[in-house]
């Protein structure tokens, strides 16, 4: 594996521990995005995307972020107590999504990360100074490095077009479904 490219996005000064956003790109042809530069209490440490463990309610079967109080569906009040705890007695809040498997990778992504983010937050000190961390968010075109490299090898690159959204998510103006007026009885005149 090697790590070809990493971008870094730099947080704001008045974040304490979190220090940056990044991505970083194995052997030009596969990202990983939202890795976390954090300030932790031995030094700087990379901290792999995740997200939020959740659960289910046991009266309506709604599901909950562990750190809810009350069900978001029925407001029943939920266990303090029900995430699970990791060996040092806090509760395991969040899974990683991506992860090295063994701690030879884990030190080799640490110390590209870490080395990128000390450049950047150099490179930000200068004048004109513009982050390239959000070059990524265009998923229709294909990045100069890689195009380079399947033609090397000898096949043709075609970018794909956009994707659509999916069901229950942000719509762009064309995408958008069109609303349907639709009476319901007792509620249009006021009664419910």
């Known amino acids: 594996m090697v790590i070809t490219e990493v971008r870094i996005k ?3 000064e008045n974040n304490e521990r979190l220090l940056a956003f990044c991505s970083v790109t194995l052997d030009n ?3 990983v995005r939202d890795l976390k530069v954090i300030e932790g209490t031995k030094g700087i440490f990379v901290a792999m995307p995740s997200r939020k463990l959740t659960d289910r309610c046991c009266r309506c079967s709604g599901k909950n972020h562990l750190r809810a109080r ?3 569906q029925c407001g029943t009040r939920l266990d303090d107590q029900r995430a699970m705890r990791a060996t040092d007695g806090r509760a395991k809040l969040h899974a990683d999504i991506a992860h090295p498997i063994h701690s030879g990778s884990r030190e080799l992504i640490q110390s590209a990360v870490v ?3 000390l450049k950047e ?3 930000s ?3 004109g100074y513009v982050c390239t961390y959000d070059e990524f968010d265009y998923d229709d075109d294909v990045p100069v490095s890689y195009g380079a490299m399947v033609s090397e090898i000898g096949k043709t690159v075609k970018p794909h077009g956009p994707h659509a959204a999916p069901k229950g998510t942000h719509f762009q103006t064309t995408d958008a479904p069109t ?3 639709k009476k319901v009885e ?3 005149d006021g009664i419910g």
């Open 10 to 12: 730099l947080c704001e």
């Open 29 to 31: 042809a596969f990202v």
């Open 70 to 72: 009350f069900c978001n």
């Open 115 to 117: 080395e990128s983010y």
């Open 121 to 123: 937050k150099e490179r």
């Open 125 to 127: 000190k200068l004048p």
């Open 179 to 181: 609303p349907v007026a």
């Open 186 to 188: 007792g509620f249009a």
